[in-house]
């Protein structure tokens, strides 16, 4: 199948055009020289017959019978003189007299037209490319008036076979050496595409690899005075605004975040202080309350951006770790959890055995509550997600796998972006879709700052299962899914720590 020719590579299209427009320039400019060449020679061959055949017209003026029987009346059968060269005496009125020149050719009885003989006689002389009958090919005849009372005209006529054949010779040399020199042209222009464009090639590798997250090593300029150094220089310019602007909205991220937690704090505590006080109103009573579950939500948003904003920055020491119990960390999201799966009719479950990681217990904890928010926004009422522990074996060393699997729609085509910023599934105006796209990117960023991944999956046969695995760290124990003592058995819902 042909690629249409828009989608083939840049260099590619340049060297095609570049290739056609010289071969165009080099038939235009060799058939101007093959013509030029030929109508050059043709005068020249003209020229040396003109004066060859006034020398014979003044001759014939000055005593006709210098020719003898050569130019008697009738026609007489020519006489070799040269094999090229054909010479004849003609009436005024146009008929042929005598013939020289070509042997066992029989002149006809007029050679050239009236009109010649009228060009000739006003004009000094006429000369024409012409095919004289049964002489075969084509000459180059020249006429010249005799200079006599009598008048009559003479007729030099020179093959063109040795012309053409120096032409032919000529055409041949001008096509090798055009194709030579085609060729030098392409392969020179494509090296030279190639070179140039390979500093393009090296831009956007390295623009590719930009992050306007962090620092990076300038796009390099070519050493030269074109327009390829003028865009490695406009591209270095325009990441570096890139990532000014980036760091800005860092800084105006975290100082508001920041300057906001005081007064939602404030609100959040005079709101609870109204609700403790007897005399308030029944009627004021609901407004505090949606209120309060207002500011709080407001202040997880103001959180999640403090912490992405932390994240972002980079923290230096990384996070917190200590030796934690991943079960306590677990049961602790899902005791924060279960208001929300509650008001859902959600059940929550938690299954696997104590597992010890070196982890920031506050962080992973809220990595676990972020999946399930998400998962209990998703599922169905009466739905079962299940926050399952285990331990993996992995080219790095052993991780600690937390898995939370929701009866959700799934996640389908939506893998790919899920843990993007502000990212949300659902439709516009559909009650499961998220808030802000914040939570799975927190939990990503918390992930990696372990040294850690997250992945999604379909579940079996519905909903998707999130997994986060988390490096052990050094001080391991012999705890696993399968060590001794320690089952990995589903905890019975009733255990206040499992069920919501």
Same mark, same amino acid.
């Given at each position: 199948?042909? +690629?249409?020719?828009?989608? %083939?590579?840049? %260099?590619?299209?340049?060297? *095609? !055009?570049?290739? +056609? &427009?010289?071969?165009?320039?080099?038939?235009?400019?060799?058939?101007?020289?093959?013509?030029?060449?030929?109508?050059?020679? &043709?005068?020249?061959?003209? $020229?040396?017959?003109e004066i060859t055949a006034r020398v014979i017209s003044q001759q014939i003026a000055r005593d006709p019978a210098v020719l003898g029987p050569v130019f008697a009346d009738p026609p007489v059968e020519g006489e070799a003189q040269d094999d090229e060269v054909i010479g004849a005496i003609i009436r005024t009125d146009g008929m042929v007299v005598g013939v020289v020149g070509l042997p066992g050719w029989r002149a006809p009885d007029r050679l050239v037209p009236a009109a010649a003989l009228a060009d000739a006689r006003t004009q000094g002389e006429w000369h024409e490319v012409i095919e !004289?009958?049964?002489?075969?090919?084509?000459?180059v005849a020249v006429v010249v008036p005799v200079p006599s009372a009598d008048g009559g005209f003479v007729l030099l006529a020179r093959s063109t076979a040795t012309l053409d054949g120096a032409l032919r010779r000529l055409t041949i040399v001008t096509l090798f050496g055009g194709v030579v020199a085609l060729a030098v042209a392409v392969g020179g222009g494509a090296w030279m595409t190639r070179r140039?464009?390979?500093? *393009?090639g090296a831009m956007t590798s390295r623009a590719a690899v930009v992050d306007p997250d962090g620092e990076h090593d300038p796009i390099p300029v070519p050493a030269t005075a074109?327009?390829?150094a003028e865009l490695a220089r406009t591209l270095n310019g325009m990441v570096g605004r890139l990532q000014e602007a980036t760091r800005r909205e860092r800084r105006f991220t975290a100082d508001v975040s920041h300057e906001l937690r005081t007064p939602l704090g404030v609100a959040a505590l005079e709101i609870d202080v109204a609700l403790k006080d007897p005399t308030l109103p029944p009627t004021v009573r609901p407004v505090l309350v949606s209120l309060q579950a207002e500011v709080a939500g407001i202040t997880d948003l103001v959180n999640d951006l403090l912490l992405l904003a932390r994240f972002e920055a980079g923290s230096p020491t990384g996070p917190a770790r200590s030796p934690s119990d991943l079960r306590e960390v677990c049961a602790g999201a899902i005791a924060r959890a279960r208001a929300q799966a509650a008001d859902r009719g959600v059940t929550l479950r938690l299954s696997g055995p104590s597992l010890t990681a070196r982890i920031d217990a506050l962080l992973v904890r809220q990595a676990v509550g972020n999946l399930l928010q998400n998962a209990i926004g998703h599922s169905p009422e009466g739905a079962v997600v299940e926050v399952r522990i285990g331990g993996v074996a992995s080219a790095a060393g052993p991780m600690a796998r937390i898995e939370v699997i929701d009866q959700?729609?799934?996640?389908?085509?939506?893998? $790919? =972006?899920?843990?993007?910023?502000? %990212?949300?599934?659902?439709? $516009?105006?559909? @009650?499961?879709?998220?808030? &802000?796209?914040?939570?799975? $990117?927190?939990? =990503?960023r918390i992930a990696e700052a372990h040294g850690g991944t997250i992945a999604v999956r379909p579940g079996e046969p519905i909903g998707?299962?999130?997994? +986060?695995?988390? @490096?052990r760290g050094e001080h391991d124990g012999p705890d696993g899914p399968d060590a001794p003592g320690d089952p990995a058995t589903p905890d019975d819902p009733d255990d206040p720590d499992a069920a919501g």
């Open positions: 199948m042909l +690629v249409p020719f828009r989608r %083939w590579r840049l %260099w590619t299209r340049l060297v *095609v !055009l570049e290739a +056609v &427009i010289a071969f165009l320039m080099l038939v235009a400019v060799g058939s101007l020289v093959l013509v030029a060449q030929r109508q050059d020679r &043709i005068d020249v061959q003209a $020229e040396s017959l !004289l009958p049964g002489a075969g090919g084509r000459y140039a464009l390979a500093a *393009v074109d327009e390829l959700g729609p799934g996640v389908g085509a939506d893998a $790919e =972006r899920i843990f993007d910023r502000h %990212w949300t599934s659902g439709a $516009e105006g559909d @009650p499961h879709r998220a808030r &802000i796209g914040l939570g799975l $990117e927190i939990t =990503r998707s299962i999130f997994t +986060v695995d988390l @490096p």
